[in-house]
């Protein structure tokens, strides 16, 4: 008789057991695909912040990040040449994004990301290290950003890698020989 009742109490648990693996997978497999509804949320925040951030249009608009042997580079530029205005915005928030860096303020990242992009408390610290170089090109600006120091050099390209997986330019992980 208890070894019926061991046994019915093992099969039961068993039993249980199983439905709860089972749920909790379907459950994983549930929150995967929320994830990514959420991600693309986030996606449609994020480019929201940014437009306020930064100051134009995401859609009017090409980032570009640039991981180069020295530092690397953030490029924008505006999607058409007759879009002057985008290109004077361009222009305006880039040169003050240059400014705001070479003083260590990051405060623009990180309101576009809703967090501390990577990279950046190095940057912070080792702002005396680092050179932000802006300058206007054709249909936009660029930043360019340099340095001698090592540390400095990974913070930057940890900061610069983030910044093209969260805006998904396809822009090279890789650091270019220019």
């Given at each position: 008789?208890?070894?019926?009742?061991?046994?019915?109490?093992?099969?039961?648990?068993?039993?249980?057991l199983?439905?709860?693996?089972?749920?909790?997978?379907?459950?994983?497999?549930?929150?995967?695909?929320n994830?990514?509804?959420?991600?693309?949320?986030?996606?449609?925040?994020?480019?929201?912040?940014?437009?306020?951030?930064?100051g134009?249009?995401?859609?009017?608009?090409?980032?570009?990040?640039?991981?180069?042997?020295?530092?690397g580079?953030?490029?924008?530029?505006?999607?058409?040449?007759?879009?002057?205005?985008?290109?004077?915005?361009?222009?305006?928030?880039?040169?003050?994004?240059?400014?705001?860096?070479?003083?260590?303020?990051?405060?623009?990242?990180?309101?576009?990301?809703?967090?501390?992009?990577?990279?950046?408390?190095?940057?912070?610290?080792?702002?005396?290290?680092?050179?932000?170089?802006?300058?206007e090109?054709?249909?936009?600006?660029?930043?360019?950003?340099?340095?001698?120091?090592?540390?400095?050099?990974?913070?930057?390209?940890?900061?610069?890698?983030?910044?093209?997986?969260?805006?998904?330019?396809?822009d090279?992980?890789?650091?270019?020989?220019?």
């Open positions: 008789m208890r070894n019926r009742i061991y046994l019915g109490c093992m099969l039961a648990f068993a039993v249980t199983t439905v709860f693996i089972v749920r909790a997978q379907q459950k994983s497999k549930n929150d995967n695909g994830m990514n509804s959420m991600a693309g949320m986030n996606d449609e925040e994020m480019k929201k912040r940014g437009d306020r951030v930064m134009f249009d995401h859609t009017k608009t090409t980032h570009h990040f640039r991981l180069l042997p020295d530092g580079a953030i490029e924008v530029t505006a999607n058409t040449a007759e879009d002057t205005a985008s290109r004077d915005e361009i222009r305006m928030h880039l040169g003050h994004i240059a400014k705001m860096f070479a003083a260590g303020n990051f405060n623009a990242p990180m309101l576009v990301h809703d967090q501390t992009p990577p990279g950046v408390p190095v940057m912070q610290k080792l702002k005396d290290e680092i050179t932000y170089s802006f300058k090109t054709e249909s936009g600006a660029t930043v360019h950003i340099s340095t001698k120091n090592a540390e400095a050099l990974q913070a930057i390209y940890e900061f610069l890698r983030f910044q093209i997986k969260e805006h998904k330019t396809g090279s992980l890789e650091v270019s020989q220019q």
